[in-house]
């Protein structure tokens, strides 16, 4: 009896990470103007969800910089468009842009960033992306976030 207990007292605990939602995520950026992912997944369970950004490259960010923005798939260009009149010293992003649902700031090659934002600012019927607002890196630097069960 008592090992039964424990046999499954060792399987709940084993199991119950896996039934946790992830509430985080790593994404790598490089040099050659790529992120390591194309998709973000953020369960409807989390309150925050935190992106850490990774620069793995070695260029120093004014040639190769690159920042994660969250937005509306919508509002994605004229994030961009705006961004490259606000330039290197605010990370290529218009100030108290509202667009901006989160972002980290502008990195170089071997450094990090994190950003960390409420769930409640995204809706399951709405289209998300994740992109670097660095001037021209949205093209190939993006990907979907997706609110999911």
């Known amino acids: 009896?008592?090992?039964?207990?424990?046999?499954?007292?060792?399987?709940?605990?084993?199991s119950a990470p896996l039934?946790?939602?992830?509430?985080?995520?790593?994404?790598?950026?490089?040099?050659?103007?790529?992120f390591d992912t194309k998709e973000i997944k953020v369960s409807k369970s989390c309150k925050t969800f935190t992106i850490?950004?990774?620069?793995?490259?070695?260029?120093?960010?004014?040639v190769m910089g690159h920042n994660l923005v969250v937005a509306k798939s919508?509002?994605?260009q004229g994030i961009s468009t705006d961004g490259i009149a606000a330039g290197v010293d605010k990370d290529y992003l218009k100030p108290d842009d509202a667009r901006v649902i989160a972002h980290?700031?502008?990195?170089?090659?071997?450094?990090s960033d994190s950003?960390?934002?409420?769930?409640?600012?995204?809706?399951?019927?709405?289209s998300y992306e994740f992109?670097?607002?660095?001037?021209?890196h949205a093209?190939?630097?993006?990907?979907?976030l997706t609110l999911v069960d």
């Open 1 to 14: 009896m008592i090992r039964k207990f424990v046999v499954a007292s060792v399987l709940a605990l084993v």
């Open 19 to 34: 039934l946790a939602a992830e509430c985080s995520v790593e994404v790598h950026s490089t040099d050659q103007m790529t």
């Open 115 to 126: 950003v960390t934002f409420d769930v409640s600012k995204l809706d399951a019927a709405g």
């Open 104 to 111: 980290t700031k502008l990195i170089g090659g071997g450094e």
């Open 139 to 144: 093209a190939l630097m993006k990907g979907a």
């Open 52 to 62: 850490d950004l990774k620069h793995v490259g070695n260029l120093p960010k004014h």
């Open 74 to 76: 919508a509002d994605v």
């Open 131 to 136: 992109f670097c607002s660095f001037p021209g």
